[in-house]
């Protein structure tokens, strides 16, 4: 296994950054399933659940994800729990 995760990181070294873009795409396609997402902050609780789609984050603190009314909603991670659900 360790062979297998420092030859891809060589791999991926020898990448692109556009390359590497579409590559951490793929990977989060191949990763869509089904989550809940909650966000609790005192006495506020707001529960998703997200069938067949993903939920993605930034380097600037927020989780991103289409609801099942395709909203697409932004909720702030600290005091957000994602669950995969089965």
Partial sequence: MKIFLSLSLILLAGC??????QLSRKV???LDGDYLVTYANGTTTK???IDNGKVTSSDKG???FWDDKKH???VPIM????????
Avoid: H, L
């Fill in 16 to 21: 692109t950054q556009d390359q590497q873009n």
């Fill in 28 to 30: 989060v396609e191949i």
């Fill in 47 to 49: 529960t998703w659940r």
């Fill in 62 to 64: 927020y989780y991103y």
């Fill in 72 to 74: 697409y909603v932004q």
């Fill in 79 to 86: 005091n957000t729990f994602v669950e995969e659900i089965d």
